[in-house]
């Protein structure tokens, strides 16, 4: 264990010197190379904060007026079929906008239902199983400027909708 530790902290350093010396031994400016990098990432960062402020403003309004809570409600009786807290609906919503909210949700669950829960493990497994997929789609198509999206969003929300099967089967499975 204390090998893959060490490797562990050792491998981004090694990379990063295998870099370097790969540079220097082909003559070439590594600086400049990497001053440009870093101009390339700034304008990459520049174009996508417009939309990352509106999806975790709209989250947050979505949040703060309690919609997921009301949504809870609106779906008591399936829940409790599923053997499900309305809070884990919420996360399965918020995940597509946001991993970051939707990672304090679940560790809302974990303090109110406990991690060893079959609410927590759901709302693990979800966040394991699930992308961001309107965040993911919205920040790449964003900084590329792409207009036309065909089938991504039906595909991104197949392959979630997926992920929350399997989700629910593990659960089923541990529980």
Do not use: H
């Not at 350093?13 to 540079?23: A, D, F, N, R, T």
Request: proline share 2%; with cysteine.
């Amino acid at each position: 264990m204390n090998l893959i530790l060490f490797l562990s902290n050792c491998i981004i350093p090694v990379l990063i010197l295998y870099i370097v010396c790969l540079g220097l031994t082909m003559r070439l400016n590594i600086f400049d190379i990497f001053i440009e990098g870093v101009k390339d990432g700034l304008k990459t960062v520049a174009g996508i904060i417009p939309t990352l402020i509106g999806l975790l403003t709209a989250v947050g309004v979505l949040r703060a007026a309690d919609v997921f809570g009301y949504l809870g409600k609106i779906c008591a009786p399936v829940l409790e079929k599923l053997a499900m807290a309305p809070e884990v609906l919420s996360l399965m919503f918020i995940k597509l906008f946001s991993s970051t909210a939707a990672t304090g949700l679940m560790l809302d669950i974990f303090t109110q239902y406990g991690v060893d829960s079959r609410n927590g493990w759901l709302s693990a497994l979800v966040l394991s199983c699930t992308e961001s997929c309107i965040y993911t789609m919205s920040i790449y198509y964003m900084s590329q400027k792409i207009t036309k999206t065909r089938w991504t969003l039906a595909g991104a929300l197949t392959a979630a909708v997926a992920g929350i099967g399997a989700s629910f089967v593990l659960t089923g499975m541990i529980y």
